[in-house]
């Protein structure tokens, strides 16, 4: 199914302050980037939380810290978080994470290659949260078609790798092929990391899919010179989508 128009702003991903000046952990800093993002054109925002000493988190306190300060300056924006393995490489840390969250996003994303995804997309389900599933490659791609909650997902995001050696608009159109003739009816979010995020957002623009943009996915802008924030970055995403 083709997207729905949106576009999102994803704030920070893994990154840090040493990749941009603009990726404090603070609460507060980070819901300002949220609301620039919005404030310029997006009309959802995708975070991953951060602890106090800057380190990457699921945890409830974090996780409801982050979301809240977002909420506050965004009212009525849907907000969504990662459960990405790499802030919690087992499973059942991720899962028992989720059980602990009081403060509850719209929707989290689930990355369909990882060990343990369908546990953790049940303890989605079981909370209320909407779940974005993660397909970077035919392995998640796979995987999430062999899995219970296919059919309970809120969207696909399809995620080009910037290692990918193969034609961008190929690669997308294998995978956005292996989602639609499952799930017709699925909405598919399309978009790039690296030096994918550009030509990835252009195809999404092309094809009519959803897509995303933020210091999360990229650090500079089509030119490549560096973006001064995720408002600029959304900036020049509206442009590119009108």
């Known amino acids: 199914m083709r997207g729905d128009g949106l576009l999102k702003v994803c704030v920070n991903g893994s990154r840090t302050l ?33 602890s106090s000493g800057g380190r990457e988190s699921l945890l409830g306190t974090d996780v409801g810290r982050v979301l809240s300060a977002i909420r506050a300056a965004c009212p009525g924006v849907p907000v969504g978080v990662t459960t990405g393995a790499w802030a919690a490489p087992e499973a059942s840390d991720r899962i028992a994470a989720i059980t602990s969250w009081r403060v509850l996003p719209d929707f989290a994303s689930v990355n369909w290659h990882e060990d343990g995804a369908d546990e953790v997309a049940g ?61 017709p009816e699925l909405p598919i979010l399309l978009h790039g990391e690296g030096t994918t995020a550009w030509p990835v957002l252009d195809l999404a623009a092309a094809w009519g899919y959803a897509t995303r943009i933020g210091l999360e996915d990229t650090l500079v802008l089509p030119d490549g010179l560096p ?14 989508l009108a």
């Open 18 to 50: 040493a990749d941009h000046p603009r990726l404090s952990s603070d609460a507060g800093d980070i819901a300002a980037e949220a609301a620039a993002g919005i404030a310029a054109g997006a009309a959802a925002v995708h975070v991953h939380a951060k």
């Open 123 to 183: 303890a989605l389900l079981a909370h209320g949260i909407g779940i974005e599933a993660g397909i970077w490659h035919e392995r998640g791609l796979t995987a999430w078609a062999a899995s219970p909650h296919r059919s309970s997902c809120l969207r696909a995001l399809i995620e080009i790798q910037p290692d990918e050696l193969l034609p961008v608009d190929s690669v997308a159109e294998r995978l956005i092929g292996g989602v639609e003739s499952r799930e």
């Open 227 to 240: 973006a001064e924030s995720n408002r600029e970055l959304v900036a020049e995403a509206v442009r590119r």
